[in-house]
């Protein structure tokens, strides 16, 4: 096409056809006419208006872009919705904790109607609704509320035979514990949101799960790995039924118990009594039913023996062939520290052992001196808080001003509350080889385990403490637990309780530490038992022996061949091979000749 | 021939026209019947999750143990119960318990049963009877 400039063409034309138009047409036509010398302003005039017009636009789209969302109801119900959690299983793939899908009914207060009709209808379907509830519920301005959570197939029927408009239905992930209250300490709970609360569901949580759903993410079941713990659910089962009969039988206040593995740091079964339902939440959070393993801090009594005894050995301040003088009671200003089964006589190390001597304990404690004892209790973890996956803890109680007399009593487990969890820590690196390994309730190899392992003692000295165990379980206090065939080693501890800021002797709290088989360890087992009485048939003793040794035989017979661990029939060959080097010549085989 | 040409070109527009609308009404008739599928899908995951769940739940020990105590007359398993494959005692050779004992009775010789040694009509005599 031509394009005419205005000097050429146009501008006769214009002026010629105006000549012959009629006055009001010429003004018309002036008025759409654009020269660029008569109408500047008229252009600049539209320019502006334009110009404005598009800041107007820009600026609400700036409005808009920036305005929190209108709550569309798509995203009000994915944020409402119960997100999926990956299952929990057992070490042998059995289910702990799983997702089952439910339906929920939820309404769009502004798109209902007659909201007094919906009420009386909706209550007249779900009859455990609260009307004035729901009816303040329905009156909101919200875009979205719940009605129900969790229905059955046939209300989700009867409300859709409603035909409410702006009532609906979504489907939401609802947590199940099929196993009930078994491993519920580990397991934790989760709220109806399906969020953990509590234990590993919290740690799954903690590990980005949250973080996923919260930015939207669709998680469902299928594209959640499951989480294998290390727990192994019928250990657990049996573990947490001979603690409850031993509860019983003894009348005790609570009690816990637990198998560690000494070579991986897992914990193959833990229970504390009493527990819960992770179903139902609310009895979670109650104080009486914390996890005494892992949050429950306990002056551990005689088990504590062998650390100190590993400690005087470690320091090369005592072999198994020394001496120490347990004839008098040991005096410390208004302090005195007495033996339960007094000897009065001059003790060889494995005597102060499997005599349980408080003063031996002391004086092997003494003889490493404050600071040694402080350094080596931090380096085997007993005097920090202990972290493992689940996120409930506790920090040890520690002396304010550790002195002289602290060292001398936290020697034989008074002083220091620590959480039996972390107990079992540092006993399992006695018996292990010496190596500290931080228990962990996740699935893991003796490979992995190494890697963090830290060395805290030499071998020979887990081997020197792996002789006194099985010694004590030949002829010291561990006997009703050395279960035929698996060679254990074991160790009681009976700790009278502070009550009204006195060590009340009628108030004890009893643990007691298996190593099974001692020769080459494999679990360690503690029971604990939290004011345990008398019975006749133990001759009214409330010691360790009678009521912890026996819950953690039971759980020796019981678990072991579950575990894999069959019983031999001929005692292991030379046990311990390296005990000629630590002193012991006369005492080689199993300890005979120990009295 | 240019009009025959035309006939021929409209025909094969509408032609394809046909099959692409066939094509594209087959592709939606196929992605509803995956989303069918996949709600299908969706469906039979949630029911193996509850039936998993519900399997579990009713296996759990507690109720196993309940069941056995009240059903079985079996008694918890002690160590002394675990023997080596060694201590298995041998099978024994296999013998003919009963066989023997009739044989020691002297059940198995011939039996000094008289016969009936008269001829009967039939011949039906146990004795004849083979």
Redesign the interface.
């Known amino acids: 096409m031509h394009v005419t400039t205005p000097d050429d063409g146009l501008e006769p034309k214009t002026k010629a056809a105006g000549a012959e138009l009629p006055r009001w047409r010429r003004i018309l036509r002036d008025l759409f006419r654009t020269r660029i010398d008569k109408s500047a302003s008229r252009i600049r005039l539209v320019a502006t208006l334009f110009s404005c017009l598009f800041l107007i636009i820009a600026g609400r789209l700036i409005y808009l872009g920036t305005k929190p969302d209108p709550q569309s109801l798509k995203r009000a119900v994915s944020e409402a919705v119960a997100a999926a959690r990956p299952a929990i299983l057992d070490r042998n793939g059995?289910?702990l904790a799983?997702?089952?899908?439910n339906m929920s009914v939820y309404a769009e207060p502004r798109r209902i109607l007659d909201k007094d009709e919906a009420v009386e209808l909706l209550t007249a379907v779900l009859p455990d609704l609260d009307a004035n509830d729901l009816r303040e519920k329905l009156g909101s301005r919200k875009g979205f509320v719940w009605i129900k959570r969790g229905i059955s197939r046939r209300e989700q029927q009867e409300v859709f035979r409603l035909g409410l408009p702006g009532v609906n239905f979504q489907r939401e992930n609802k947590r199940?514990y099929?196993?009930?209250p078994?491993a519920a300490h580990v397991l934790g709970a989760t709220n109806v949101d399906n969020q953990g609360i509590a234990g590993i569901e919290k740690y799954i949580d903690g590990q980005g799960l949250a973080d996923l759903n919260g930015a939207g993410f669709r998680l469902?079941?299928?594209n959640l790995n499951p989480i294998n713990l290390s727990l192994d659910?019928?250990a657990t089962?049996?573990v947490r039924?001979e603690l409850r009969k031993g509860i019983e039988k003894f009348k005790a206040k609570a009690g816990a118990a637990a198998i560690l593995d000494v070579n991986t740091g897992e914990v193959i079964a833990m229970a504390s009594l009493p527990d819960f339902d992770p179903s139902n939440p609310v009895d979670a959070l109650k104080s009486d039913n914390i996890d005494r393993m892992t949050v429950g801090v306990y002056e551990m009594g005689s088990t504590f023996k062998a650390l100190s005894i590993a400690m005087a050995i470690e320091a090369n301040k005592a072999n198994l062939a020394s001496r120490v003088d347990a004839h008098t009671s040991l005096r410390y200003g208004r302090f005195t520290i007495h033996d339960f089964h007094a000897q009065n006589r001059i003790l060889s190390v494995p005597e102060v052992f499997t005599y349980s001597s408080n003063i031996g304990a002391a004086r092997l404690a003494l003889m490493v001196g404050v600071d040694g004892h402080q350094d080596f209790l931090r380096k085997m973890g007993q005097l920090d808080r202990m972290r493992t996956e689940l996120p409930e803890s506790a920090e040890p109680l520690k002396p304010k001003r550790w002195s002289e007399i602290s060292t001398a009593t936290i020697a034989f487990g008074q002083g220091l509350n620590v959480a039996p969890l972390q107990a079992m820590m540092a006993v399992g690196a006695l018996m292990n080889g010496g190596y500290l390994i931080t228990p962990t309730f996740l699935k893991r190899s003796a490979e992995e385990a190494r890697k963090v392992a830290v060395r805290v003692v030499r071998p020979e000295t887990s081997e020197a403490m792996r002789y006194l165990m099985r010694l004590n379980a030949e002829v010291g206090s561990a006997k009703a637990a050395d279960?035929?065939?698996?060679f254990v080693g074991g160790k009681t501890g009976t700790a009278d309780k502070q009550f009204h800021g006195h060590y009340a002797s009628d108030r004890v709290l009893t643990t007691f530490m298996a190593i099974v088989p001692s020769d080459q360890p494999r679990y360690l087992v503690l029971a604990m038992m939290d004011e345990p009485q008398g019975l006749p048939e133990t001759g009214g003793y409330r010691t360790a022996a009678w009521n912890s040794g026996a819950v953690a035989g039971a759980i020796v017979?019981?678990v072991m061949?579950l575990l894999g661990l069959?019983?031999r029939?001929d005692p292991p060959v030379q046990p311990f091979p390296d005990l000629p080097k630590l002193g012991v010549t006369a005492l080689n085989n199993n300890g005979s000749g120990a009295h | 021939m240019i009009r025959f040409l035309n006939a021929l070109a409209i025909m094969a527009l509408i032609g394809s026209a046909l099959y692409a609308y066939s094509i594209k009404y087959e592709t939606i008739f196929y992605s509803e019947q995956i989303v069918k599928i996949r709600h299908d899908i969706d469906r039979e995951h949630d029911a193996i999750a509850v039936l998993e769940a519900e399997w579990a739940h009713l296996i759990r020990p507690e109720r196993i143990q309940a069941l056995a105590d009240k059903h079985l007359d079996l008694q918890p398993q002690a160590l002394n119960q675990i023997v080596r494959p060694n201590d298995v005692p041998e099978r024994q050779v296999k013998v003919d318990m009963i066989g023997r004992k009739l044989e020691a009775l002297g059940l198995s010789e011939p039996t000094s049963t008289p016969i009936d040694i008269t001829p009967t009509d039939n011949g039906t005599t146990p004795s004849s009877q083979q």
């Open positions: 059995e289910v799983a997702d089952v899908q199940i099929p196993n009930g078994v469902t079941p299928e659910l019928h089962y049996i039924e279960k035929k065939g698996y017979e019981r061949p069959p019983p029939f």
